[in-house]
T-cell receptor, first 112, second 113 residues
Framework: GQQVMQIPQYQHVQEGEDFTTYCNSSTTLSNIQWYKQRPGGHPVFLIQLVKSGEVKKQKRLTFQFGEAKKNSSLHITATQTTDVGTYFCAGMFSGGYNKLIFGAGTRLAVHP | DAGVIQSPRHEVTEMGQEVTLRCKPISGHNSLFWYRQTMMRGLELLIYFNNNVPIDDSGMPEDRFSAKMPNASFSTLKIQPSEPRDSAVYFC???????????FGQGTRLTVV
């Protein structure tokens, strides 16, 4: 079936340390999206990657899409306490109609 | 636009009762997704609609769950009868079918006792 695997499940860092979460799909994706969910909140869209090998940056966040369009990563440089939350990747599977499947998410805790 | 609107925000019900969750997608969006979120299983896709037509309901856990989208501005997810293991946060999300970002509602926190 269509699945998106995401690791790690949890990550605890000291403020100022870097953080990376990884996603992998068994099949080629149409695109991959990243979302952030704060505790008690709902997932909020961060970015979408469409092209093979694409790299996008948002301030301290760097997003990459693999050459085969099956894997992706999110890297946060010098984490801050405001980065706390769960980061989800979501793979868009093509084939007529777009189906958005979420990874399990990585919960990030940042200690001051 | 007010975004995706879900109601109720919280629902507590007794086992065996019928529960109906409601969603109003963003105007103009033609794809709608229902997700269930639990600690154990994360964000599970239950069903999604395109132009009000159910496209894939393979994530619906069992026959107790049903979803409808009678028009472009309204969808329901019904559980009948409800069971304690249905307790979760249920999210509705909408998007353009071209595969752009999904906008989530605030979610409905369901507790079945």
């Amino acid at each position: 079936g269509q699945q998106v695997m995401q690791i790690p499940q949890y990550q605890h860092v000291q403020e100022g340390e870097d953080f990376t979460t990884y996603c992998n799909s068994s099949t080629t994706l149409s695109n991959i999206q990243w979302y952030k969910q704060r505790p008690g909140g709902h997932p909020v869209f961060l970015i979408q990657l469409v092209k093979s090998g694409e790299v996008k940056k948002q301030k301290r966040l760097t997003f990459q899409f693999g050459e085969a369009k099956k894997n992706s990563s999110l890297h946060i440089t010098a984490t801050q306490t405001t980065d706390v939350g769960t980061y989800f990747c979501a793979g868009m599977f093509s084939g007529g109609y777009n189906k958005l499947i979420f990874g399990a998410g990585t919960r990030l805790a940042v200690h001051p | 636009d007010a975004g995706v609107i879900q109601s109720p925000r919280h629902e507590v019900t007794e086992m065996g009762q019928e529960v109906t969750l409601r969603c109003k997608p963003i105007s103009g969006h033609n794809s709608l997704f229902w997700y269930r979120q639990t600690m154990m299983r994360g964000l599970e896709l239950l069903i999604y609609f395109n132009n009000n037509v159910p496209i894939d309901d393979s994530g619906m856990p069992e026959d107790r769950f049903s979803a409808k989208m009678p028009n472009a501005s309204f969808s329901t997810l019904k559980i009948q009868p409800s069971e304690p293991r249905d307790s979760a946060v249920y999210f509705c999300a909408s998007t353009y079918s071209s595969g752009t970002e999904a906008f989530f509602g605030q979610g409905t926190r369901l507790t079945v006792v």
